[in-house]
């Protein structure tokens, strides 16, 4: 499985970005895919993940301003942004999980990972 995460860039606080996340491969196998990010000397965090199934999770800190979305049929996933702030600044990554038995919140626990893409959130 590959996957290629786009779409990063300098915003405004208050502004709005979508990423994308195109996957190729055994892509028949991937159960989860997700958004972490990780800003400069911190561990990579969940952002949001969704399943085959459309099931949703997000972190605390995104709830209400960001959405993830999944077009199997495409093999895209995609997050908008929106209500930017400062401290959404980090490489956002996109990951994906083969199992079908948990929908895992540690990216320790995701197989497949794009290369990243910069967000920077200005004041």
Known sequence: VQLQAS???LVQAGGSLRLSCAASGSIFSIN???WF???PGKERELVATITSGGTINYADSVK???TISRDNAKNMMAL???S???EDTAVYYCGADRSPFRIAVRAAAYEYWGQGTLVT???
């Open 84 to 86: 930017l702030k400062p």
């Open 121 to 123: 959130v200005s004041n």
């Open 32 to 34: 989860v895919m997700g």
């Open 80 to 82: 908008q942004m929106n």
């Open 7 to 9: 779409g990063g860039g």
């Open 37 to 39: 990010r990780q800003a």
């Open 64 to 66: 209400g301003r960001f």
